[in-house]
């Protein structure tokens, strides 16, 4: 069983920056993926950005969605199980609830979310 705890949300104005923490524990076998989805009020989940962790025969690779490429930044700290969103030049339509997602071993999880909130 693995756990996400997510944390950094809040709220910030337009323009501004926030970064987005999210640390697994628990009996964690091989990560494939690690990355960030959102859910606006009255949308659907999104992709925001993930990782495809690299491996010894692959590079891996990084998506980011096309409304946040260029401002926002996925990151890992393999030592600490921790993935990052880093996100900068935030708009209000940023508003959301940012739920971080890691695929390990043959599982798929999920953290609770954490509100963001871009607002004057």
């Known amino acids: 069983q693995v756990q996400l705890v997510e944390s950094g949300g809040g709220l910030v104005q337009p323009g501004g920056s926030l970064r987005l923490s999210c640390a697994a524990s628990?009996?964690?076998?091989?990560?494939?993926?690690m990355g960030w989805y959102r859910q606006a009020p009255g949308k659907q989940r999104e992709l925001v950005a993930r990782e495809f962790v690299p491996t010894s025969s692959d590079s891996g690779s990084t998506n980011y969605a096309d409304s946040v490429s260029g401002r926002f930044t996925i990151s890992r700290d393999n030592a600490k199980n921790t993935v990052y969103l880093q996100m900068n030049s935030l708009r209000p339509e940023d508003t959301a609830v940012y739920y971080c997602?890691?695929?390990?071993?043959?599982?798929?999880?999920w953290g609770k979310g954490i509100l963001v909130t871009v607002s004057s």
């Open positions: 997602n890691v695929v390990a071993g043959n599982r798929e999880y």
């Open positions: 628990g009996s964690i076998s091989r990560i494939f993926v």
